[in-house]
């Protein structure tokens, strides 16, 4: 899986400038009840480790990867508000840190561990967490 969080919200991006001017259907993914504690017990400031807050952002936002990578909803923009609140992270914490290249966040490893003890989200074939969140990934 690959995680793409786009950190210029600037940036030209023919493929998703019409679908940002376009309303976005509700997430299907109860954002809202989940357990943010996986993130914030492991990536605590003043330093913030890059390795901790990386793994620990991957292990919550991966098994995820099917709804954070539809542009069509407000998943990604859900999830990322609901982790800087109670995370409260300074702004693009995330979108700074935990970069793998340009397919974004391999979530390969996190996904064979979840598949192996429960899978509660289909998996993409393509191992590819691929959402671009502009503004949510800076704040």
């Known amino acids: 899986m ?3 969080c786009a950190v ?3 940036e030209s991006h023919p493929a998703t400038s019409r679908a940002l001017l376009q309303a ?3 997430c299907k993914e ?3 009840s989940k357990n943010y504690t996986i993130i914030t017990s492991r990536c605590k400031g003043p330093n913030y480790p890059a390795k901790a807050c990386c793994s620990a952002f991957k292990d919550f936002a991966c098994p995820f990867a099917e709804a954070l990578n539809d542009e069509k909803t407000e998943c990604a923009s859900t ?3 609901y982790v800087n609140i109670y995370g409260r992270y300074p702004p693009g914490i995330f ?3 935990c970069k793998e290249g340009k397919e974004g966040l391999d979530c390969t490893d996190v996904m064979a561990a979840t598949s192996s003890s429960h899978v509660s989200i289909p998996l993409v074939s393509t ?3 691929l959402f671009t969140v502009l503004l949510f990934c800076l704040f």
Do not use: G
Request: charged share 25%.
């Open 30 to 32: 109860d954002f809202a």
């Open 127 to 129: 191992h590819a967490l």
């Open 79 to 81: 999830m990322f508000s």
């Open 8 to 10: 210029d919200e600037f």
């Open 2 to 4: 690959k995680f793409l």
């Open 24 to 26: 976005k259907t509700p």
């Open 95 to 97: 979108a700074n840190m």
